[in-house]
């Protein structure tokens, strides 16, 4: 059984986090920016609706982090970033325990779940950051100079890491799933 479960302000901050990177995630397969040639409406409505939903995920990674930063309970930055004291034997106790085959329980109590999530985190900032400086640099026509290609690079580095996250996130809630965790409606039970 898992020992705790989220606080309720962690549980619609994922929500908006897991909502807006999924729709970024998809809308990535199909939409082509405005330096593209011959793209089509699906493609530039696609580019169109990645730009807007990416100023909506950049809202949510603020909140996050404002929410992070402020909270009292296990919601607070030290879940996300467990590297001292409790978090950081919690952390290692996880670690000694995969070694063992077993699975750390999940829920708000820091560790190796805490970890993953405050990596993920770290991708998805870099990601909205980047793309919310695009959003106001990158001009309309496509084109551009050397400060928007860069940024543009480094958006779409880290969109792989995002990728990697996405899929190892789902994967390791089907786990906790399979093993008798609560971890998803305990996250997504929104009430």
């Known amino acids: 059984m898992e020992s705790s479960v989220w606080a309720r302000q962690t549980r619609f901050l994922h929500f908006g986090l ?3 990177i999924t ?22 409505l696609g580019f169109e609706a990645h730009e807007w939903i990416g100023m909506a995920a950049l809202l949510v990674v603020l909140l996050h982090w404002s929410w992070s930063l402020s909270a009292r309970d296990n919601s607070n930055i030290r879940h996300l970033f467990p590297w001292a004291g409790e978090g950081r034997k919690a ?17 708000g109590r820091g560790g190796l779940p805490g970890f993953i999530h405050g990596l993920g ?45 996405w899929g190892g996130h789902i994967a390791a809630a089907f786990l906790h799933k399979r093993m008798g965790h609560d971890t998803v409606k305990n996250m997504f039970n929104l009430g």
């Open 18 to 20: 897991a909502t807006t």
């Open 121 to 165: 985190f770290l991708a998805a900032t870099g990601m909205a950051l980047t793309g919310g400086v695009l959003f106001f640099i990158l001009p309309e026509d496509g084109s551009k100079n050397a400060l928007a290609h860069n940024f543009h690079e480094i958006h779409e580095f880290l969109a792989n890491f995002i990728w990697a996250y």
């Open 91 to 107: 952390l290692l106790a996880d670690i000694a325990a995969l070694k063992e085959r077993k699975l750390p329980d999940g829920g």
């Open 23 to 44: 729709m970024q995630l998809m809308l990535s397969l199909v939409m082509e920016g405005p330096g593209h040639k011959n793209r089509s409406m699906i493609e530039s």
